[in-house]
């Protein structure tokens, strides 16, 4: 079991940036990620970790201007710069016991059994 907890989500303007957090508990997760959902629409995979220190991945929407990172084993950060409009969303964290490996590519959701209860953010053009 893996309990996760974000923080950091805002209201901002475009062009500006976030930097949000998620802590994990109980165990130490191997693979992580951020995915999310905005209103009237399904969610989505931002970014994944393979692993502490391990490969990065980006949905085509957000490469260039987020960065995923754990700052420690158990801790999972994203900064976002230039934000847009279209970022607004619910955005979450996600956790794997199981290390991922290359699969994290494919931010497939199943592939992540842990998630935390999402944290907002907003950005108003």
């Known amino acids: 079991q893996v309990q996760m907890v974000e923080s950091g989500g805002d209201s901002v303007q475009a062009g500006g940036s976030l930097r949000l957090s998620c802590v994990a508990s109980?165990?130490?997760?191997?693979?992580m990620g951020w995915f999310r959902q905005a209103p009237g629409k399904e969610r989505e995979g931002v970014a994944t970790?393979?692993?502490?220190?391990?490969?990065t991945y980006y949905a085509d929407s957000v490469k260039g201007r987020f960065t995923i990172s754990r700052d420690n084993a158990n801790t999972l950060s994203l900064q976002m710069n230039s934000l847009k409009p279209e970022d607004t969303a619910m955005y979450y964290c996600?956790?794997?016991?199981?290390?991922?490996?290359?699969?994290?590519?494919?931010?497939?959701?199943?592939?992540?059994?842990?998630w935390g209860q999402g944290t907002q953010v907003t950005v108003s053009s």
């Open positions: 996600a956790a794997s016991l199981s290390y991922l490996g290359s699969r994290c590519r494919n931010m497939n959701e199943g592939d992540f059994p842990y």
């Open positions: 109980r165990n130490t997760p191997a693979s």
């Open positions: 970790i393979s692993t502490y220190g391990g490969s």
